[in-house]
C-alpha cells in the first residue's frame, strides 16, 4: 500500500526527518568581474543557504586586483593562474585542483565560460566529482565552428546543462543537439533591497533623464541608442540620455556621438558601481540590445521601479509584459524606440504605472531569495538521482 494511502495511527507519534547533509558545489569561472553572469554568480555563492550548500570557487586565473577583491568571504577559493589551457601551467593547475576537489569532496562541478568548462569537466569525472552542470545562459549567438566542435567533445562529461530562460533552452536543444531532458531553465534574480523607497518616474518634468545600464559591445547596439537618440531630441527636446558601462567598443562610440554631434544630451558614464544610485536618477531605463538571455540590468530597471523600453529578443518579453510592465519594442528598430519613448512621455501616468507593476513583478517572480532556492532545489533533486 502506497505510504501516502496508508491508514493512519494516531497512538504513533511521527519523529522529526533526517536532516539531510548540505549538498557540496564548487563553482569554476575564469575570473570575477562585475559583468552579468559573474554578478549572478556572486549572489548565488553569498546568499545560498549553508544548511542546504555548502559552496566553493575555482577561478581558472582570477589574479587581478578586482577579481580577488571580489572573491566572497565565506567561501574557499582557489586560484588557478591558468591564462591558456595548453600550457605547462595548465598541467600543474590539474594537480592543484585535484588536491582542492580532495579537500573540498564536492558533489556537484558547476562551470561558467567555455574554459572552465574545457578543462574542469573532464578533470571533475577524473576526479570522482557525482554531478557535472554546466551553465550557458546566452543564446550561443558568438559561438564559433571551432568551440561547437569543442563543445560536443565536452558533452559526454557534462550531466545537465543550466540555461535561465526558455529560448535559451531552445537554443541549446535546436542548434546545438542537448537532449531536452537535460536542460534545465533557472531564472536570475534581483537584490530588490538595494531598490527600497524608490520614487516612481516622473515623465512630466522639464528634464526627463533616460538611462541604459550596459557594458560597450556591439551586442547591446549602444550606437544603435545613440541614432535614436538624434532623432528623438529633435522631437522631444525635454530628454537627456546617460550610458553606465564601459567596454571594448568605447572609442568607436565616441567617435559616432562626435559625428551625431549629441553634445551633452547623450553621456556615456563609464562604469558605475553604484547601478542602484544610477537609477534613481533616471526615469525612463532602456535596454537597447541585439540579444539578450535573461537580462540582469532589465531585473534592475523593474526592481527599480523605471519605466522600462526593452527589446523584443531573450526572455525580455517574458519578464516584462508589454503594456503592463512596460513596452516592447522590436529589435534593431530606432523608430519604434523613439515612438516608445514618445509614449512614456505622453502619457505620465501611464509610465508611473509602467513602473510600479514592474516592481510588484520583480518582487513576486524575480527575487534573488527565489533565485536562490530554485538552485537549491536543483541541486538537491541532480544529487538524489
Known sequence: MSALLA????????????????????????????????SQLLALVRELDRTRVQPSLVLLDGEDDLSRALEPADCPVIRLGVRKLLSVSATRAAARLRSFWREQRPDVLQTYFLDAAYFGAPLAKACGIKRVVRVQNNLGYWLTGKHRVLGRCVRPFVDAMLTNTDAGKQALVERERHRGDRVVVLENGVDTARFNRFMFPDTSKPRVRVGCVANLRPVKNIDGLMRAAK?????????TFDVAGDGEQRPELERLHAELGLGDRFKLRGSVTDVAGFLRTVDVAVLPSHSEGMSNALLEYMSAGRAVIATDVGANAQ???????????????SEALVGALGQMLENPMRAAAFGSS?????????????MCRRFEAFYRTITSN
Open 319 to 333: 519578464v516584462l509584459r508589454h503594456g503592463k510592465d512596460g513596452l516592447i519594442v522590436p529589435a534593431g528598430d
Open 7 to 38: 491508514p493512519r495511527r494516531p497512538s504513533v507519534i511521527a519523529l522529526p526527518a533526517p536532516v539531510a547533509e548540505p549538498v557540496k558545489v564548487c563553482f569554476m569561472i575564469d575570473r570575477l568581474s562585475r559583468a552579468g553572469t559573474e
Open 231 to 239: 532623432s528623438a531630441l529633435e522631437r522631444f527636446p525635454r530628454l
Open 358 to 370: 514592474a516592481r510588484r513583478r520583480v518582487e513576486a517572480e524575480y527575487s534573488r531569495d527565489a
